[in-house]
Nanobody, 127 residues
């Protein structure tokens, strides 16, 4: 059974930084799959943020976070990280780790393309 366990998140002022982590079941790292984050703010649709290919280092980012967020991974720990810098109030949302079997592709995928989800972690940015 695939499990995704998030940690990190919290509250920060605008311009600050946070890091969220996603510890995945070894199965996700046993082959070439896609792991990353979606976020959902109250009253808004869930949107893709950043994804990484577990078989390599290829990444995909939403335009709204390019240059501010960095996704990385530690294969030995089966863990992906999302470093969020220069945070803005509009980054406030629940952040969900998600995984899908197969690659990430060249552009953001929809939530429907992902089979496995974490419980979510809240990120709040105050102005």
């Amino acid at each position: 059974q695939v499990q995704l366990v998030e940690s990190g998140g919290g509250s920060v002022q605008s311009g600050g930084s946070l890091r969220v982590s996603c510890a995945a079941s070894p199965y996700i790292y046993s082959s070439r799959n896609c792991l990353g984050w979606f976020r959902q703010a109250p009253g808004k649709e869930r949107e893709g943020v950043a994804f990484i290919y577990t078989g390599g280092r290829a990444t995909v980012y939403a335009d709204s976070v390019k240059g501010r967020f960095t996704i990385s991974q530690d294969d030995a720990k089966n863990t992906a990280y999302l470093q969020m810098n220069t945070l803005k109030p509009e980054d406030t949302a629940m952040y969900y780790c998600a995984a899908r079997l197969g690659g990430c592709g060249l552009s953001l995928r929809s939530p429907q393309d992902f089979s496995y989800w974490g419980q979510g972690t809240q990120v709040t940015v105050s102005s």
